[in-house]
T-cell receptor, first 111, second 115 residues
């Protein structure tokens, strides 16, 4: 069993839809949770990060962590074609060191 | 300013050959990371360098893999006697330090294909 599980997709939605992306994990020591966005042939870029449980909002993006269920989510409101990319969850025991990544979910937002 | 750069962008090699991949971090960034991204899989941590400290090599998959960094500048990842399973995108990232919230900035990667 992988430490971090993520559905590879692709997830196809129409423009304006609310998107929900999810990861589950098995290591209860993880305390730091990140979401990265990766466009084709580019390196990942950090979207959001949270510590421990709870919600964090940034514009159209909301990150949610449920440590009791070992489940994290990223919600994208009013999705745009420019949001089409692969979204990777990542987590660690200590900050940004030695991150453990999910496989990434490919998102396609059609106009 | 300039981001993390990597060269070459693409590399095709024959099984058994050695390859060298280069990473130029953001100027002033003391920490440097290497990751491997195989098709359909997440990023795998390989190694990280922090200043003059001994590197953390715990992610290197075999002794065919090695990496060097000169001071706080360029790093080279070397794969000896390449195998087909080494085919992947090799990503480099740098950060100001390795503090808890020091964000890693990624380069575009080197796509390695071993025939």
């Amino acid at each position: 069993q992988k430490e971090v599980e993520q559905d590879p997709g692709p997830l196809s939605v129409p423009e304006g839809a609310i998107v929900s992306l999810n990861c589950t994990y098995s290591n209860s020591a993880f305390q730091y949770f990140m979401w990265y966005r990766q466009y084709s042939r580019k390196g990942p870029e950090l979207l959001m990060y949270t510590y421990s449980s709870g919600n964090k909002e940034d514009g159209r993006f909301t990150a949610q962590v449920d440590k009791s269920s070992k489940y994290i989510s990223l919600f994208i409101r009013d999705s745009q074609p420019s949001d089409s990319a692969t979204y990777l969850c990542a987590m660690s025991v200590r900050g940004f060191q030695k991150l453990v990544f999910g496989t990434g979910t490919r998102l396609l937002v059609s106009p | 300013g300039a981001g993390v750069s990597q060269s070459p962008s693409n590399k095709v090699t024959e099984k058994g050959k050695d390859v060298e991949l280069r990473c130029d971090p953001i100027s002033g960034h003391t920490a440097l990371y290497w990751y491997r991204q195989r098709l359909g899989q997440g990023l795998e941590f390989l190694i990280y360098f922090q200043g003059n400290s001994a590197p953390d090599k715990s992610g290197l998959p075999s002794d065919r893999f090695s990496a060097e960094r000169t001071g706080e500048s360029v790093s080279t990842l070397t794969i000896q006697r390449t195998q087909q399973e080494d085919s992947a995108v090799y990503l480099c990232a740098s950060s100001l330090g390795t503090g808890v919230w020091e964000t890693q900035y990624f380069g575009p990667g080197t796509r390695l294909l071993v025939l």
